[in-house]
């Protein structure tokens, strides 16, 4: 196999060792590297609950080696069983550093170990009066079977001796009741304690008359990695039910790890290896903690106690300079294509699009794509005020997106409810597309409002993703929403050839790149000026890979900004030595997706929701929309060009598949912090005086890129 793609798995823990990289660095506040760290830990258990236990089921079903680097299901599990227990030591003295430099600021993570007497007292009463009660321990032994340990859960787990008659014990920490965190009261240090630690301390007191010869805090991740297609569907079921019994089902899936705080005697791990039926290799020792559920409450306690610098400094998306706010916006599109860049610029012109469409006695219908949706909604607010307000309200709701589901099913309900018509989507493919259209009768004159993202319909998510939006009249890129929503409605996929100027998944994105690609690659072969440049979270499609080294091997630049995964390893001679990979990792999770190709100065473009994953070019149904406005096109390009041009919070993978911190020089460019610097300028705010942005010439940038 050749040796310049990487595993997908392999690169996955990669880029979550980056982001633990941002949790190590110095210039980041400290409460921020507390939270990416709890977003490492988050990660790493979607990641095993998903991708790890699909690699189990397919073991069973003895599906073939990775098509990229010919590796079997079982060489990629150990790889990533052994890259794990370096990247959890890695984890613990990252975490091990930030809980010292937090006690040099007077913020205490206690152990019992660093308890005076007086502080130990208030513990054991505060145990005594608020814990206890609220416990439900178990004996573990032939009269009493093992219980069920759930997904995610925390439980204090203990070996027992009475009378030389050897015992398990087992606490379940009680979220809904017990707080993550108990403070002790002071005025000016804040010192706490974890409520797993507080409970393993006095687990003594717990199981009175027995001697405890080890105990730990335990933590199990589940396989998540249940397919609705694949759970036989019963057509004569209501589909929301099924989900339901499908998330059900789900939570009792077979375990794939089980992590413990504490090195705990070979006995006690031998009797969980054996019920929980894991290897060796799926047990973890973390000393750093196993959950992060006390992020929450800390982050309070610290702004209340007016410890500001701990966090980012507060950025408020500004108003697209496309955009005049006391207009209608209706009218505004009708004039020009509105652009929009998530987080810098706000959702309000999404909005009010739907907010006036709601009102407008014009409006015929609105038609929306939703994939993840915030917990309290604008969006569904507006369209709950459309369609009882008489317009044909039509939703594709996607209730197979990953851990939201039960939100979804929540949010369709209620949609519903309102008169909403809810559609599921397409048997086999969830919908990934972002997509609004609303239709508008104005005598004989037939108008659409089409919006297409990067990025979900999401107001919480659109404050913290990076994702672009285009906002147009186009007629004919409004028949193609149309004809999108028809396709769905009559639960069909599109063709390669049902639209003028969309792309659809399953059947026509990668086809149409890969055509693109070598069309890059005969004109470059003319003229010399071959240039690709895509950005994207996640590269994994052979197809794609393929074509891409076909372009280098002819001499065509590509340029590959890829967040996460990506299986392409650039600048190996004669392969991929004009391949350039960069990944940015920082405040904002880049979530846009760009395609570029020059074209020998054409500069074909397309936003899209979908990144080159065979999940999504082949499984999905996703969008691709081409940018027409050259004004636009500049804004994309320029999006591109400074992200590339990151000397902060870039890395730039080597031909070995590493990433190095790309080296720092002056100017300093954090590409995000630049962005959201031009938004203050171009609204004629002011920016945080506290935030230091080196002066940049940004057509000096898009044109060295470009």
Not at 464 to 490: C, R, S
Not at 629 to 650: H, P, S, Y
């Amino acid at each position: 196999m050749p040796e310049f793609y990487d595993n997908r798995e392999l690169s996955w823990l990669k880029f979550n060792h980056r982001v633990l990289e941002e949790a190590q660095n110095v210039e980041n506040p400290l409460f921020e590297r507390l939270r990416f760290l709890a977003i490492v830990a988050n990660n790493l258990d979607e990641f095993y609950m998903v991708r790890v236990g699909s690699m189990h089921d397919q073991i069973l079903l003895e599906k073939p080696a990775d098509n990229k680097t010919g590796m079997s299901v079982r060489e990629q599990l150990d790889a990533v069983y052994l890259k794990t227990q370096k990247h959890n030591k890695d984890r613990d003295k990252a975490f091990e550093k930030l809980a010292k430099e937090l006690k040099d600021k007077n913020v205490h993570f206690l152990r019992p170990e660093n308890l005076s007497s007086d502080e130990k007292e208030m513990m054991k009463q505060y145990f005594d009066q608020e814990v206890m009660p609220l416990l439900s321990p178990q004996v573990v032994d032939p009269k009493h079977p093992f219980p069920f340990l759930a997904n995610r859960q925390s439980y204090i787990i203990v070996q027992l001796n009475m009378k030389n008659r050897k015992s398990l014990g087992i606490i379940a920490i009680n979220r809904q009741f017990l707080k993550p965190l108990v403070f002790i009261p002071g005025k000016k240090a804040v010192k706490f304690m974890r409520m797993e630690d507080l409970i393993l301390m006095y687990a003594q007191r717990v199981f009175r008359d027995m001697d405890i010869e080890g105990r730990s805090v335990v933590r199990i991740i589940r396989n998540a990695d249940l397919d609705a297609e694949e759970a036989y569907y019963d057509e004569d079921i209501d589909y929301r039910e099924f989900m339901k019994m499908l998330i059900k089902k789900r939570s009792k899936l077979r375990p794939v790890r089980v992590e413990f705080s504490e090195d705990v005697p070979k006995e006690l791990k031998a009797i969980l290896r054996k019920r929980l039926k894991l290897t060796a290799s799926q047990m973890f020792i973390v000393k750093s903690p196993l959950s992060f559920e006390f992020i929450a409450p800390l982050e309070e306690k610290l702004h209340s106690t007016h410890r500001e610098t701990f966090f980012y400094t507060q950025l408020t998306p500004q108003v697209t300079p496309y955009a005049e706010p006391n207009t209608s916006i209706m009218r505004q599109i009708l004039d020009h294509d509105i652009f929009i860049s998530y987080p810098f610029q706000n959702t309000t012109p999404v909005l009010k699009l739907l907010q006036e469409a709601a009102l407008d006695k014009k409006v015929v219908a609105i038609k929306i794509a939703l994939y993840r949706v915030a917990s309290e909604s604008k969006i569904i607010a507006a369209l709950t005020e459309a369609a009882e307000n008489g317009k044909d309200v039509v939703v594709a709701m996607e209730l197979k997106a990953r851990f939201d589901e039960e939100n979804n099913i929540n949010w369709s309900d209620k949609l519903e409810d309102a008169g909403c018509k809810v559609i599921y989507g397409v048997d086999y493919y969830k919908v990934h597309s972002k997509i609004m259209v609303i239709l508008r009768k104005d005598g004989n004159l037939t108008q659409t409002f089409t919006h297409v993202s990067s990025g979900n319909y999401n107001e919480k998510t659109s404050r913290l993703y990076t994702d672009v939006n285009l906002m147009t009249a186009n007629k004919e890129i409004g028949e193609d929403a149309l004809e999108f929503f028809n396709l769905l409605q009559l639960a069909k996929i599109s063709e390669a050839n049902d639209f003028t100027h969309f792309l659809a998944s399953p059947m026509g994105i990668k086809n149409k790149f890969i055509a693109l690609i070598q069309e890059e690659i005969r004109v470059h072969n003319v003229h010399g000026d071959g240039h690709i440049f895509f950005k994207m979270n996640s590269l994994t499609d052979k197809d794609v890979l393929d074509t891409l080294v076909e372009a280098s091997k002819a001499g065509v630049k590509v340029d590959l900004l890829v967040r996460g995964i990506c299986c392409q390893i650039p600048g190996i001679p004669g392969v991929s030595e004009n391949i350039r990979v960069r990944s940015i990792i920082g405040r904002f999770l880049e979530h846009s997706r760009i395609y570029y190709f020059h074209a020998h100065g054409e500069e074909k473009m397309y936003i899209s929701s979908a990144d080159l994953m065979t999940r999504n070019t082949e499984k999905r149904v996703e969008l691709a929309c081409p940018v027409y406005d050259a004004k636009i096109k500049e804004e994309l390009k320029t999006i591109l060009a400074i992200g590339w041009k990151d000397n902060v919070n870039a890395r730039v993978m080597d031909e070995k598949g590493d990433y190095k911190q790309v080296k720092k020089e002056k100017p300093a460019i954090n590409s995000q912090l630049q962005l959201y610097h031009r938004a203050y300028q171009e609204a004629e705010k002011d920016f945080p005086e506290t935030l230091e942005v080196d002066p940049i010439t940004w057509d000096g940038i898009t044109r060295e890129i470009f």
